[in-house]
């Protein structure tokens, strides 16, 4: 059987070390086949040649990783990002959809995201456009979100979420333009996400964006009609709190 190939790029020799090491000993079948410790390192090797995966750090000392991706263009590797930053930033890859390590790491997490290389597209420009905003904190600071479906990778604008759907560990999200999204991730998870961006958890089964809100029926045990005319219930314990909502609303 063929070897995946793969490059591993970090600063920090320890850490560089250290991932080839593992990758080596757990993970015969993947061959290190390059190293670099710098933007301009690594962007010389994947010039020349192109790993099934690409282990990435963000930060380097001459520039971030996002650099290295504008400078080979037309990199086709499975990337896993290998960081040591904070709870923003895993939330920024949440965001984007992207699977990450987090430093430091466990044998179990870089088997886990070598597993999701194996079986996932390379991700699209679109996707690490929402990771670079949000890691660098630009005027588009999480004001997209990456969905993954059964059939592809959608990015789409916060504003046009109107609210989301709870079906077991699926999550629909209702858009305004009429469409609707599937996909296999908990509602838990959006709404701890969302949470920052005016989306509120109203039910068990549904998560809300708050500025669509048209009225809030107090009878029939509490419910929120919404710009596109849907009824969604509130629970009782989340009453006082859309309540509170609406009289701060501007």
Do not use: W
């Amino acid at each position: 059987m063929k070897k995946l190939t793969s490059i591993v790029v970090d600063d920090i020799p320890e850490a560089l070390n250290m991932l080839v090491y593992d990758i080596e000993t757990y993970h015969p079948e993947i061959e290190v086949i390059g190293t670099a410790k710098s933007v301009v390192e690594a962007s010389k090797i994947l010039r020349k040649k192109q790993p099934d995966i690409l282990f990435l750090d963000i930060m380097l000392g001459d520039g971030t990783g996002f650099d290295i991706l504008e400078i080979v263009p037309n990199l086709q590797s499975k990337i896993i990002f290998v960081t040591a930053s904070d709870e923003f930033a895993i939330k920024a890859f949440k965001f984007a959809a992207i699977d990450y390590i987090l430093k430091p790491y466990s044998n179990e997490d870089l088997a886990i995201s070598i597993k999701k290389a194996k079986a996932q597209i390379t991700p699209n420009k679109e996707q690490l456009t929402v990771l670079q905003n949000s890691i660098n904190k630009t005027t588009n600071y999480k004001q997209k979100i990456s969905l993954y479906t059964s059939e592809k990778i959608i990015v789409i604008e916060l504003s046009e979420i109107i609210y989301c759907k709870s079906d077991n560990n699926y999550t629909t999200f209702f858009l305004k333009s009429k469409k609707k999204i599937l996909v296999s991730k908990t509602l838990k998870y959006y709404a701890d996400m969302l949470k920052e961006h005016n989306f509120l958890r109203v039910h068990q089964s549904y998560l809300i964006n708050s500025k669509y809100i048209k009225e809030f029926i107090k009878s029939d045990g509490g419910y929120l009609i919404l710009n596109d005319n849907s009824n969604i219930p509130v629970s009782v314990r989340k009453k006082n709190e859309v309540i509170k909502i609406l009289s701060n609303l501007k």
